[in-house]
């Protein structure tokens, strides 16, 4: 057939400006950076350092979490029980919290002073040790495993319901439908899940590293911040920068080698039922499952809470009108998201092949970015035409939807793909195109994907404190800086309550975004 | 959100404000705060000066000189306040600042005659513990090397944390080419090390810590704003490392009489008598009426310990490697 399948449209055009933007946010503030260094070091055997404990921490973080998001996901897909919604909203939280209220999270029950240590002491044990490896790898765990949970999810849910109704009626038991639909779905998708938690976990910052115990956790990310503040070494900052994007290009190009397409066939969108999954060993293992990754999740969550509450009440105005500015920024930087991830899953499903990938690598670039070297780039390249102080919270929210474009690409593509996939012809022979298709086949298959990513977006916006440090006065502050101040100035408690306010805020917008993406889903 | 635009609007709208000369002042974020210093002495400096003093925050310290070293000659700053003595020697080879020909009797526990800096505050790094979980804390680093490893201390890493580097040459200052032992010795005992100030302090007060690396003058905040008197500095026999808080004027300034004036002004009772309680640092000239009460009951260290800013510049990467080879054993 001579003819393309699908018309390109306009999708191609738009989603080429946004790869094109994402490309100038991402290597062009490297490059400004790089531009204004003057001379500047080589790496530094400390730097070495850095790049091995990047790597080892990621790898053990993202193995990890998808490891232990496999089971949790599994009893997730095949489960339906009341407040099994809240819960997967809840089990959101850990990824969308800002980190330094996580960590605190989390050093309430592992701590030297937690809760876990306080249990452990009648029995002459403890106190329970966090800091070290085993911490980072933890604190990694807890805000990635939802995450994880979460992209599985969805390879489970993709799976149409008529797959399983076959299943049953060719009599296969849970090991049948492990082998022919789960574990085939797995192989596309765990690639995919891994590499997403393995860039989150190598461009981890410094907050996690409260919990490394000593100069030894050192990532990457850390050492660039190093390069800035203590040496002003612009040439080291830019060198590391791009050492970073080797890496995780190369973890990108590893991940998508290893995935396979699963070449499910669309389906009715009929409501699922899993008779295979239907003995009470297996209700009791789910059972357990869950409860385990809740408990995990949530209790150092409700300990942020506990914390939290007696500082609520006497929070200055400040941290109101910081609050105020975060929710707009986040609400900014949901829309840009996705006004940039749409195209880009859109023109990509369409290029397909190695054009169409490429397109979403571009998209995913940011995640290898450092905000450090970002807000610099920015900064010099904004300098002489405008104040960039004056632009804070606009750089902001543009910086944060870039950041938050690589979760959206995940969740929005295969969803694009799939919706192309299953419809894709139907809608040809209709010749529907342009807008109508858009909106007749495309954004309804998309609905649950696109409220999941402004949520995400809005609340990574939300608890994000990289760009904005770098720019804000503080007559601008957002939330999580305002928290940090008050922390600075030893306001723990209200800094605790502040931190219970980011906490319901993030939350809040994930859920409304999510929750809309879901009605009439039977999510 | 609304009020910014309302206050842009009003500015707009009143041209004869343009005529008012405006002093802009780069400072750290915590100066400005609403709890700060900032809020007071832009008051008192405005009824004097008749003009408009701007704060503009940027991060802290080191930030502050990093966003000088982007802007270059063409920033808007016209005076830089909140670098410290180890960082003026990096501020001082930029060539933004100018001298400040201001001469005053200072009341710092060390002689000073930079040309281009002026101090306004200073204070003494020192441990911080809880009285009612440690009751005889260690009286020196080898005290606190020879005591039980569960004893654990929480620092900051130099190169991100204006304290952490403190401690470095503190360490530094008291023990020269031992310095690597010292560190050896404490590796141990360190709980663990963080980016910042704040998320150590946070630690210690949460009771992860029994000791945190901050100021003397720490436990004057819990004592005088929150009544509590349960926190102290633990006296190190090796004497303590001080920071110094200092401004410049920026050659470049269009404002140079006003940047004079607020110069001058900082060492004035109006400024420095707000020190104290907004800062938690002691005043570079003690006001007339004297320090608050409650810093009566600080510890005041017997040997000040501090290299110069040219030294401190030029031992910077070699006591780091030994901070880290000390810590990594």
């Keep these: 057939m001579a003819r393309r399948a699908q018309p390109l449209g306009a999708a191609l055009p738009l989603g080429l400006a946004a790869g094109a933007l994402v490309l100038a946010l991402s290597l062009g503030t490297l490059g400004a950076v790089a531009w204004r260094a003057e001379g500047g070091t080589g790496l530094s055997p400390a730097d070495w350092a850095a790049i091995r404990f990047s790597l080892l921490q990621a790898v053990l973080s993202a193995g990890l979490s998808c490891l232990l998001a496999i089971p949790v996901a599994r009893a997730l897909a095949r489960r339906r029980f009341p407040g099994r919604g809240l819960l997967i909203t809840l089990l959101g939280a850990p990824l969308i919290l800002p980190v330094i209220v996580g960590v605190l999270g989390l050093l309430a029950v592992f701590g030297r002073n937690g809760m876990l240590s306080a249990v452990l002491d009648p029995f002459g044990l403890g106190p329970v040790n966090i800091y070290g490896l085993h911490g980072v790898v933890l604190a990694h765990v807890f805000f990635n495993l939802p995450m994880a949970t979460r992209l599985i999810l969805q390879g489970w849910l993709a799976i149409p319901s008529e797959r399983f109704r076959l299943a049953a009626a060719l009599g296969f038991g849970p090991g049948d439908v492990a082998r022919r639909l789960e574990r085939p779905m797995l192989r596309e998708v765990l690639p995919g899940a891994f590499l997403v938690t393995f860039l989150i976990c190598i461009t981890s910052f410094a907050v996690v590293l409260t919990l490394g115990g000593g100069p030894r956790a050192t990532t990457v990310e850390l050492a660039i911040y190093h390069a800035f503040r203590f040496e002003f070494d612009l040439g080291r900052a830019a060198l590391l920068s791009l050492v970073q994007f080797g890496l995780c290009a190369a973890a990108a190009l590893l991940a998508l080698g290893a995935a396979l397409p699963t070449g499910f066939s669309g389906g009715l969108d009929r409501p699922l039922a899993r008779w295979d999954a239907d003995s009470s060993v297996l209700r009791l293992q789910d059972a357990a499952v869950l409860s385990l990754a809740a408990g995990f999740l949530m209790v150092p969550l409700m300990l942020v809470v506990v914390r939290g509450l007696p500082g609520l009440a006497d929070l200055p105005p400040a941290v109101w009108q910081a609050a105020g500015r975060s929710v707009a920024v986040a609400l900014a930087s949901a829309v840009l998201c996705v006004g940039l991830a749409l195209p880009i899953a859109l023109a990509a499903t369409r290029l397909g092949g190695a054009r169409g990938a490429a397109l979403q690598g571009t998209g995913m670039l940011a995640i290898a970015a450092s905000p450090l070297v970002m807000g610099t780039g920015l900064f010099i390249l904004l300098f002489p035409v405008a104040n960039p102080v004056a632009l804070a919270l606009p750089v902001t929210a543009l910086v944060n939807a870039a950041m938050s474009l690589p979760f959206a690409l995940r969740a929005l593509t295969p969803a694009v793909a799939e919706a192309a996939r299953s419809h894709g012809r139907l809608a040809d022979s209709l010749g529907l195109r342009g807008l109508a298709r858009l909106r007749l086949v495309t954004l309804p298959r998309l609905r649950r994907p696109l409220g999941f990513v402004l949520g995400l977006a809005a609340a990574l916006s939300m608890g994000d404190l990289g760009v904005i440090a770098l720019f804000a006065d503080p007559d601008q502050a957002t939330l999580p800086l305002q928290l940090y101040a008050l922390m600075g100035a030893y306001r723990m408690e209200q800094a605790a309550g502040a931190a219970l306010l980011l906490l319901v805020l993030s939350l809040g917008l994930f859920w409304i975004f999510d929750r809309g993406g879901r009605v009439n889903a039977a999510l | ?329």
């Design chain 2, 1 to 329: 959100m609304k009020l910014p635009i309302i206050a842009a609007a009003a500015l707009c709208a009143a041209p004869a404000l343009a005529d008012t000369p405006v002093l802009t002042v780069y400072t750290y974020d915590s100066f400005v705060a609403d709890w700060g210093p900032g809020p007071q002495i832009e008051a008192a400096f405005e009824e004097t000066c008749n003009c408009d003093l701007k704060f503009v925050g940027a991060g802290d310290g080191a930030a502050l000189l990093s966003r000088l070293q982007l802007e270059g000659s063409r920033s808007e700053a016209d005076i830089v306040l909140g670098l410290d003595t180890n960082l003026t020697a990096a501020a001082r080879e930029t060539g933004l600042f100018a001298d400040h020909g201001i001469s005053a009797d200072f009341d710092l526990p060390v002689a000073w005659d930079d040309p281009t800096f002026l101090p306004y505050d200073w204070g003494y790094f020192a441990f911080v513990y809880d009285k009612t979980r440690l009751e005889t804390p260690p009286a020196s680093f080898t005290d606190l090397i020879a005591a039980p490893d569960d004893l654990k201390v929480v620092i900051q890493d130099p190169r991100s944390s204006t304290p952490g580097l403190g401690l470095m040459l503190w360490v530094k200052a008291a023990y020269g080419a031992d310095a690597a032992d010292i560190w050896a010795g404490l590796a141990p005992h360190v709980l663990t090390v963080t980016k910042g100030w704040s998320e150590s302090y946070g630690l210690f007060l949460d009771g992860e810590a029994d000791m945190v690396l901050s100021y003397t003058t720490s436990p004057a905040y819990h004592l005088i704003a929150e009544e509590d008197d349960t926190k102290a500095a633990a006296a190190f026999a090796e004497g303590h490392y001080m920071q110094i808080e200092v401004a410049g004027r920026l050659a470049a300034s269009d404002q140079p009489e006003l940047a004079d004036a607020f110069l001058r002004f900082m060492l004035s009772d109006a400024f420095q008598a707000v020190i104290p309680t907004t800062n938690w640092m002691y005043p570079a000239v003690t006001p007339a009426g004297g320090l608050p009460g409650g810093f009566d009951t600080l510890i005041t260290p017997d040997r000040a310990l501090i290299y110069s800013a040219q030294e401190a510049a030029q031992i910077r990467d070699a006591a780091l490697a030994e901070w880290r080879d000390g810590l990594s054993r």
